[in-house]
Structure formats: structure tokens, C-alpha cells
């Protein structure tokens, strides 16, 4: 019977190589281009009519609002008429972004069950030395959890944080556009948030790539325990084969934990610097309109301080998905150790 892992081996800093990386999205881009093609047009006009409301809350409080009010009979059929354009803009960004996530959906079973075709043609090929050497359960590993975190990097993590990325450039294109002072201030408050999510989220992915190999030599140790209860009834091991699953329980238990607990704090660290960066943006930016500097009107502080929030939400989302994504790639690593 095989061994659980020892602290030691479990303690190692877990690495992904770059080579499974470009191996797998040879899976995800080779025969699928063309969708994923469509699927990059349709998260640009999702992150540009996002950024077009945002721009457009500038427009309608200083050439709509502003100019009707003290009018004693204000005609708003020009407001009414811009409100419907905005409108017609965010359903066609609602349209995109719901044609993107089909598309990714088909792309992602698609590519598994690709892999796992794959997967279990090379399995039959195998030497019986390697399943001598490797645990049943471990091998069914394979093809039920590391193969659902590859699904939820297809379809939901790479899509968020291709959005995220394209969102953060228009948004900061329009925020330049908008008041360079404000967000040259935006970015050295960004500096520190950058700080603690490298920090935070280097710790927590760390943990969720140790976390998946723990899961992988659990369910082994427990296959191998069930197919062999006659054995070890037979020669009384049930004390030592306890023993040897409580440790590996253990380190699952440890991994899982620690790597939720990063994962969980970052969420609230983020969010509690974003909302610090919102206040400071709402006092410079009035200080700055009042004062007259760069043409800074109130419009374009309602305007800039939207943008702010949707430049901030993206990079939080980024952070948050880099833990599935690594997690994915370890187990897509696991995946092609059995191809090789």
C-alpha cells in the first residue's frame, strides 16, 4: 500500500510549469479560434458600453440637468431622448456579454471532453507498472476534480479576467480624458492596493495548488483502503491504516483551510481600500471643481468617480479568479503527467 504524503513533501512550494500552460491552451485555442475570436468582440463592446454609461452621467448632469433646472417650464424631451440612446447601449452590452458566456460555455465542454478522450485512450495504453505504482482513486481524480477546475477556468475565469483587462484600459483611457490629476492620483492609491492583493492572493494560490494534490492522494489512500478491507481485517491494520488517513486528512484539512482563509480576507482588504480610495477621490475631486483646476466640472466628478469603481471592480475580479485559475493549471498539470 502506498504511503500518504509526508509534511515535508507537502510543505514544498508547488510550482506550474509554463510548458502545461502553453500545452493546454493549444486544447482551448487550436480548434476554437474563430469562437474565441467573437468571444473577445463581444467583451469589448461589453466593456465599452459600460464605460459609455459612466461617461454618460458627465453629459447628463452638465448639459441636461444643470441647464433645466430654475426653468420654469423645462422641456425634457431632450433628456428623455439621451436616457433612450444610454439605454439602447447598455442591452446591446447585455447582448454581448450573454453571447460571450454561450460561447464560452460550448467552448469548455467541448475542450474536456476533448481532453478526457484523450486522456482515456493514452489510460489503455499504459503499462500495468503504472497502476501498480499509482492508486485507482487517484487516476478517477483526474477525470472528476481536476477536470472540473479546468472546466471553471474555461468557462467562467479566463473570460472574467480577459473583461477585467480590457474594462481597465478603456476605463483608464476615459479617466485620463476625464481629469489627469485625479487619476494620477487613482493610480498611487492603486500602488497600495496592488501591494496587498500580490500579497494576499500569492499565498492563497500557494495553498489551492497544495490543496488539489491532497485531494488527488486522499481519494487514493481511500479507494485503495475500501478494495483492500479484507486484507486488512485479515492482518489487523485497521490502527495503522487510521492512522496513515488521519494524517492525510489532516493535510487536506490544513491546505483547504489556509487557502480559503487568504482567499476570504481578500475580498473584504479590497473592498474596504476600494470604498478608502472612493472618499479620497470624492474630496479631491470637489476640491479640484471648486477650484477650478483642469476644468473639472461636477459632472465630471460624478462621471470620473463611476469610472473609478469600474476601474477598481476589474482588478479586484482578477485577483479573486487567479486562485481558480492556478488551481486549474495544477490540476492540468496532474492531467498531462498521466498523458506522458
Same mark, same amino acid.
Given at each position: 500500500?502506498?504511503?500518504?504524503e509526508?509534511?515535508?513533501?507537502? &510543505?514544498?512550494?508547488?510550482k506550474?510549469?509554463?510548458?502545461?500552460?502553453?500545452?493546454?491552451?493549444?486544447?482551448?485555442?487550436?480548434?476554437?479560434?474563430?469562437?474565441l475570436?467573437?468571444?473577445?468582440?463581444?467583451?469589448?463592446?461589453?466593456a465599452?458600453a459600460?464605460?459609455?454609461? #459612466?461617461l454618460?452621467?458627465?453629459?447628463?448632469?452638465?448639459?441636461? =440637468?444643470?441647464?433645466?433646472?430654475?426653468?420654469?417650464?423645462?422641456?425634457?424631451?431632450?433628456?428623455?431622448? *439621451?436616457?433612450l440612446?444610454m439605454?439602447? =447601449?447598455?442591452?446591446?452590452?447585455?447582448? +454581448? !456579454?450573454?453571447?460571450s458566456?454561450?460561447i464560452?460555455?460550448?467552448?469548455?465542454?467541448?475542450?474536456?471532453?476533448?481532453?478526457?478522450?484523450?486522456?482515456?485512450?493514452?489510460?489503455?495504453?499504459l503499462?500495468?507498472?503504472?497502476?501498480?505504482?499509482?492508486t485507482?482513486?487517484?487516476?478517477?481524480?483526474?477525470?472528476? &476534480?481536476?477536470?472540473?477546475?479546468?472546466?471553471?477556468m474555461?468557462?467562467?475565469?479566463?473570460? !472574467?479576467?480577459?473583461?477585467?483587462?480590457?474594462?481597465?484600459?478603456?476605463v483608464?483611457? #476615459?479617466?485620463?480624458?476625464?481629469?489627469?490629476?485625479?487619476?494620477?492620483?487613482?493610480?498611487?492609491?492603486?500602488?497600495?492596493?496592488?501591494?496587498? =492583493?500580490?500579497k494576499?492572493?500569492?499565498? #492563497?494560490?500557494?495553498y489551492?495548488i497544495?490543496?488539489q494534490?491532497s485531494?488527488?492522494?486522499?481519494?487514493?489512500?481511500i479507494?485503495?483502503?475500501?478494495?483492500?478491507?479484507?486484507?486488512?481485517k485479515?492482518?489487523?491494520?485497521?490502527?495503522? +491504516?487510521?492512522?496513515?488517513?488521519?494524517?492525510? !486528512?489532516?493535510?487536506?484539512?490544513?491546505?483547504?483551510y489556509?487557502? &480559503?482563509?487568504?482567499?476570504? =480576507?481578500?475580498?473584504?482588504?479590497?473592498?474596504?481600500?476600494?470604498?478608502?480610495?472612493y472618499?479620497?477621490?470624492a474630496?479631491?475631486?470637489?476640491?479640484?471643481?471648486?477650484?477650478?483646476?483642469?476644468?473639472?466640472?461636477?459632472?465630471?466628478?460624478?462621471?470620473?468617480?463611476?469610472?473609478?469603481?469600474?476601474f477598481?471592480?476589474?482588478?479586484?475580479?482578477?485577483? &479573486?479568479q487567479? !486562485?481558480?485559475i492556478?488551481?486549474?493549471l *495544477?490540476?492540468?498539470?496532474?492531467i498531462?503527467?498521466?498523458?506522458?
Amino acid at each position: 500500500m502506498n504511503k500518504p504524503e509526508t509534511n515535508k513533501q507537502a &510543505n514544498k512550494m508547488p510550482k506550474v510549469h509554463k510548458e502545461t500552460v502553453k500545452r493546454l491552451f493549444g486544447y482551448i485555442v487550436g480548434p476554437y479560434k474563430w469562437q474565441l475570436l467573437l468571444v473577445m468582440v463581444c467583451l469589448v463592446l461589453s466593456a465599452l458600453a459600460s464605460v459609455a454609461g #459612466s461617461l454618460f452621467l458627465q453629459v447628463l448632469i452638465d448639459d441636461y =440637468i444643470f441647464p433645466l433646472i430654475g426653468q420654469a417650464a423645462p422641456v425634457f424631451s431632450g433628456l428623455a431622448h *439621451a436616457i433612450l440612446w444610454m439605454a439602447a =447601449i447598455y442591452l446591446g452590452g447585455i447582448f +454581448a !456579454n450573454y453571447l460571450s458566456n454561450r460561447i464560452m460555455l460550448e467552448v469548455a465542454q467541448k475542450t474536456l471532453k476533448t481532453i478526457r478522450d484523450d486522456m482515456f485512450a493514452h489510460m489503455q495504453t499504459l503499462p500495468i507498472r503504472y497502476f501498480d505504482t499509482h492508486t485507482h482513486g487517484d487516476i478517477m481524480s483526474y477525470y472528476t &476534480n481536476d477536470a472540473d477546475t479546468l472546466r471553471q477556468m474555461i468557462s467562467q475565469s479566463i473570460p !472574467n479576467v480577459v473583461s477585467s483587462v480590457i474594462t481597465v484600459v478603456t476605463v483608464f483611457v #476615459s479617466m485620463l480624458l476625464t481629469s489627469m490629476w485625479m487619476t494620477l492620483f487613482t493610480l498611487v492609491t492603486l500602488g497600495c492596493m496592488f501591494m496587498v =492583493i500580490r500579497k494576499v492572493a500569492g499565498k #492563497s494560490g500557494s495553498y489551492f495548488i497544495r490543496r488539489q494534490r491532497s485531494i488527488g492522494a486522499m481519494n487514493g489512500y481511500i479507494e485503495e483502503m475500501i478494495n483492500g478491507q479484507k486484507v486488512i481485517k485479515v492482518f489487523c491494520h485497521e490502527d495503522a +491504516a487510521k492512522r496513515d488517513f488521519d494524517a492525510l !486528512n489532516e493535510t487536506l484539512r490544513e491546505h483547504t483551510y489556509e487557502a &480559503n482563509k487568504f482567499s476570504n =480576507i481578500l475580498m473584504p482588504i479590497v473592498g474596504n481600500l476600494g470604498n478608502m480610495q472612493y472618499i479620497l477621490l470624492a474630496i479631491v475631486g470637489g476640491a479640484l471643481a471648486i477650484g477650478g483646476v483642469g476644468g473639472l466640472t461636477l459632472g465630471g466628478v460624478v462621471s470620473f468617480l463611476q469610472l473609478s469603481r469600474s476601474f477598481t471592480q476589474p482588478i479586484t475580479q482578477v485577483s &479573486n479568479q487567479m !486562485n481558480s485559475i492556478i488551481m486549474a493549471l *495544477a490540476g492540468a498539470e496532474r492531467i498531462f503527467a498521466l498523458m506522458d
